[in-house]
């Protein structure tokens, strides 16, 4: 059997000690001779590198490891990259949840002028990650899970269309990992589903047994009434802080909008903005959460680990949840026609849609990558919202690629969770400013 050669973009990434492990945990499904991690900030990946070469030559002592910043290091002879950058850490993220406060708007890591935001940063370096790997490794697959996925999607498709690249989203993953739960069975594989939208901002339409029984009237019966919250939660490392909480439950309320399908959690900052500004404390967002939290507790067990020269005791667990990118590899490697949710060209499978969006619908995933699979027709209020939405991700992608700030004011001012021009230009402004070293200069 091949042994494959990977290399995770974003190495000093809180997500990569769990995706390490849980691609240890997979060895006899994917097969791996090399791991390479690849960051452009050494001391950061440093830290995270030192305790992931303990934790593989403890469990995997054949597997080559290597941590580096220099792109042809990092990008030769792999078959995969494993993509999960954040231009611009925590401290942007910050400011992209709270410039927006300050204006009485949506403040959010994907959603609304945040995401907008953290689009034109990680546009660049996501391309760049691109051209490394096909300079390096033009073989190479990109599994690409940088966000803002929708518009680093949106830029692939305009400006590398031949690129192997897949852009994928783990909300769906999560949410069907709950409505499974909801209704007893052990996984969401136990469920055929059909869903489109845009990532971040999709319906799931037919849920089934994998004998064809409809599963939606016992899981809609669920969510009429929890949302995706459930009695006991689910054993997950990600969404478990309170506010993933009231997001699981809020659903509730988003699926009471359109009774016929079932929400992404995400449309909550579309349907009901004023009540996640309200909700939110402008001096304390999901981004400091995150670094009390999440960033504290990893990066506090690698120090650990170093220390003892030992992997044993760590309270650092695999991140099962993430299995779906082993099979989103295997996919590709083996041609197994794996069913799964991906970031696509429309090109008919959403029949009354922009050809040329970036949708999210269940794709057939084999050696030649994905084949999305035909969505049908969608009602009024869906393509509404999508028309509206879709257009301002490629608005943001048209301004970075044309360094245009009147498109980017556009943008601002069609996103739903922006209430006029004026307030978008002031937002505009601020922004321009605080990401300053990270946008184009915009004329
Ligand atoms: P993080 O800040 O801990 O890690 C990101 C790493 O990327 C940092 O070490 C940083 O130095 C590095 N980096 C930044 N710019 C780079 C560049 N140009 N080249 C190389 N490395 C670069 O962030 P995190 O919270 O662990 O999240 C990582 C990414 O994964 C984010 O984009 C996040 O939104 C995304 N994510 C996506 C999904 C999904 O559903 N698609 C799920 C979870 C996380
Ligand atoms: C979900 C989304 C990701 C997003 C993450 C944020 O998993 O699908 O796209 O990055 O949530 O989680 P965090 O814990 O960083 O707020
Ligand atoms: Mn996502």
């Known amino acids: 059997m091949k042994k494959f050669s990977i290399v995770i973009a974003g190495g000093g990434s809180t997500f990569t000690p769990g995706i390490v492990l849980m691609l240890l945990n997979n060895l006899d499904r994917f097969p791996i001779r090399q791991i390479k991690f690849y960051d452009n900030l050494d001391s950061r990946q440093r830290q995270i590198a030192d305790a992931c070469e303990i934790l593989i030559k403890e469990n995997a002592p054949d597997i080559k490891f290597l941590a580096t910043t220099d792109p042809k290091e990092a990008f030769t002879d792999v078959d995969f990259v494993m993509a999960h950058i954040r231009v611009g850490l925590y401290a942007m993220r910050e400011l992209d949840e709270k410039i927006p ?24 370096g996501v391309l760049e990650l691109i051209d490394y790997m096909e300079k390096y490794s033009p073989d ?7 966000n803002p996925a929708a518009i680093v999607a949106e830029a692939t498709r305009k400006l590398r269309p031949n690129s192997k690249i897949i852009n994928i989203c783990d909300m769906p993953v999560g949410i069907e990992e709950r409505m499974a739960k909801s209704i007893g069975l052990n996984s969401r594989k136990e469920m055929v589903v059909r869903y489109y939208g845009l990532n971040h901002f999709g319906w799931w339409t ?31 490392s990600q969404h478990t802080d309170a506010s993933w909480m009231d997001t699981f439950s809020k659903a509730k309320d988003l699926y009471a909008v359109d009774p016929d399908t079932l929400p992404n ?42 220390e003892k020269g030992t992997s044993e005791g760590t ?31 429309n090109n008919g499978a959403v029949v009354n849609f922009d050809d040329t969006a970036m949708v999210e619908v269940p794709c057939i995933v084999g050696v030649n990558g994905p084949e999305p699979l035909v969505q049908g027709q969608i009602p009024r209020f869906q393509k509404g919202l999508m028309e509206q939405q879709v257009a301002v991700e490629k608005l943001v992608v048209e301004a970075w690629a044309e360094k245009s700030y009147q498109k980017l004011w556009q943008a601002l001012t069609l996103s739903k969770t922006v209430p006029n021009a004026g307030v978008a230009k002031e937002l505009l402004d601020a922004l321009v400013e605080a990401n300053k070293d990270f946008w184009p200069e915009l004329k």
């Open 265 to 306: 959690t995400y449309l909550k900052y579309y349907y009901y903005p004023q009540e996640a500004v309200e909700h939110a404390n402008p001096d304390y967002t999901r981004a400091n959460e995150v670094m009390d939290g999440r960033e504290k507790h990893v990066f506090g067990e690698c120090a650990k680990i170093v």
């Open 140 to 146: 190479a697959w990109m599994l690409n899970y940088s």
């Open 206 to 236: 037919d849920i089934r047994d994998l004998e064809g029984n409809d599963l939606m009237p016992q899981i809609k019966q669920h969510v009429s009434q929890y949302g995706y919250s459930l009695k006991e939660e689910v054993e997950e």
């Open 315 to 345: 309270a650092l667990e695999i991140d099962e949840h993430a299995s779906y990118i082993v099979d989103l590899a295997r996919a590709i490697a083996y041609n197994t026609h794996e069913r799964m949710l991906l970031i696509v060209e």
């Open 101 to 124: 406060l300050k204006y009485g708007v949506v403040g959010q890591e994907t959603c609304g002028p945040g995401g907008i935001a953290y689009g034109m940063r990680s546009i660049g």
